[in-house]
């Protein structure tokens, strides 16, 4: 779809990177540029000039190499070069239709206001730079017609320095915004923000660069390598910023919408929690399989909604300090004194300080609490869209569970996030609540529970869970029990014969729950199936909450199965817990026993 030199005309110059733009008035309309602006008004079908040679259309091979022209006989390689005299950058107002600005590698800046029916050229010279400096990005403001700015380098004469340049008058006049720019750092790319217009983005030979204040500050966005960056764009419905480095692939850094917010007010708070994007409720999966390293898988965007947050404040403890200072004193070449037991005691015993994001339904229900260590800066939270795992809480176990030890999926709806701050025992809450939306991806073509049914589901579901591991701790209480008389016996002062009966019944007694709840030890043994368990109908039914579909009726009746079978286990672990333990528990105490853990 290129655009091709018509009849009669010189040959089309190109630079290597020749600009394409699609209109922001008119999908359909694209611009591209030669040595002059192109338009298509059919999406390449066919083209038309808008423009005559923009550039200084001259002979390359008369212009100096090295300080001198060069002969016709040297080692000419134009093949390899890219062409000189070209346009490298173009871009149309989005505010006002028609209003167009080109720029070239050879020093000058058009602008159209009439859609190309003429065109104003502007040598670099009048902003104060060489006259052959190369335009690397022209871009329109987003929100004002007259506005415009250029990114500009001259490194092909040795001058590395940052040149980016605003006018307000439609290329008129220049005021540099280059301000805190680190010098010999070139510049490549601008983009503005789409809702702040004072929120910009500096792609640099040195990383991503960020001001708030329309130019006036510049900082280094952190994550990036220290390399070049040629290109950026606004993925303005996700509020993305995505960068094309040179030579090592594309970075994405997601939502930055929480940039538009911070002040210097606020990041002087002492905590800010920001607005996150709307999440997107699905539940994730990889389709790939386990391909090992046959292909280069970068990481997804955070799943959930992700809180951006600030805090202003020293969160470091003593421990933390102490080694910063002995760090520079290694550097200096200084002691480092001994800081006393006591000091190193009261280390141990420091806890960090912690921040909380507590997340709240539209009727105020607590659904989830976040914690992370606080430290000083700008930091990000997920929330994965679930529920705390309501599944027993074991003080000894540190990890494991896999799927069964998460909570279930929270519905879709309006949530509101909290953030405090925990330190020394006392919480102390941080700024204002955001509110932010929970949405799913797409409605399901079977359409599934309504989410006030799936909600009621997960409240019967805890509440079976939660007596189902009442039991099974009992159950487990009573085994650990048995254990304790089964050693007792060699150690009670007493003739262990009344005793031993005792014991051998309670064994009983626990063996034939236990086949109840777990099936034969023989068949478990050697792999063979025994019948469905109260644990294997529970599992069933939690497996209706792990889907956006929701349970279904098959969920419901193993739930049911399981209330059923609980129902007629519990009669028999109570009699064991209450009346057998209880019981043996006293002879034992009776007959001289020692002391038998956990019964009192």
Partial sequence: VQPQALKGDPHERFNWDAPILVSPHNPARLYFASYRVWKSENRGDDWTPISEDLTRNEERLSLPIMGRQQSWDNAWDVGAMSNYNTITSLSESPVEEGVLYAGTDDGYIAVSGNGGDSWDRIPVTRLGLPARSFVNDIK???????????????????????????????????????????????????????????LFFLATEFGVYTSLDGGANWQKLPGTPNMGFRDLVIQKRENDLVAASFGRGFYVLDDYSALRDMSPEVLKAEGTLFAPRTAKWYVPRSNLGNTGADYYIADNPEFGAVFTYHLSGDFSTAKERRKKAEKEANKAGSDIPFPGYEALDAEDAEQPAQVWITIADAQGNVIRHLHEKASKGTHRMSWDLRHASTRAIDPDRTSGGGWFNRGPLAIP????????????????????????????????????????????????????????????????????????????????????????????????????????????????????????????????????????????????????????????????????????????????????????????
């Avoid at 001259?154 to 280059?178: Q, V």
């Avoid at 301000?179 to 789409?194: A, C, G, M």
């Avoid at 209880?582 to 020692?594: E, R, T």
């Fill in 140 to 198: 329109a403001d987003l929100h004002d017609a007259n506005t415009v700015y250029a990114v500009l380098d001259n490194h092909k004469e040795g001058d590395f320095n940052p040149y980016l340049y605003k006018s307000t008058d439609r290329g008129k006049t220049w005021r540099s915004m280059a301000s805190n720019l680190p010098k010999r750092t070139l510049l490549w790319r601008i983009v503005q923000d789409h809702v702040d217009p004072n």
């Fill in 413 to 600: 709806g309006t949530y509101t996030a909290s953030m405090a701050l925990e330190k020394d025992g006392k919480v102390t809450p941080l700024g204002d609540a955001v509110t932010f939306e929970v949405k799913p991806i797409r409605e399901g073509v079977l359409g599934g529970m309504d989410y006030a049914s799936y909600d009621a589901y997960r409240s019967e579901l805890e509440a079976v869970q939660r007596d189902l591991e009442v039991l099974q701790d009992r159950f487990e209480q009573a085994e650990t029990s048995l254990k304790g008389f089964k050693k007792a016996l060699s150690r009670t002062p007493a003739s262990p014969a009344g005793l031993a009966a005792d014991v051998a019944a309670l064994d009983q007694a626990i063996r034939a729950v236990k086949i109840k709840t777990e099936g034969s030890p023989a068949r478990n043994e050697i792999g063979e199936r025994n019948p469905p368990s109260i644990q294997s109908h529970f599992s069933t039914a939690y497996r209706g909450m792990t889907t956006t579909y929701g349970p279904t009726a098959l969920h419901r009746r193993s739930l049911e199965i399981a209330k059923e079978m609980l129902s007629e286990i519990e009669p028999e672990v109570s009699r064991i817990s209450d009346q057998m333990i209880p019981a043996l528990a006293q002879k034992f105490k009776s007959a001289g026993a020692p002391y038998i853990k956990g019964e009192d």
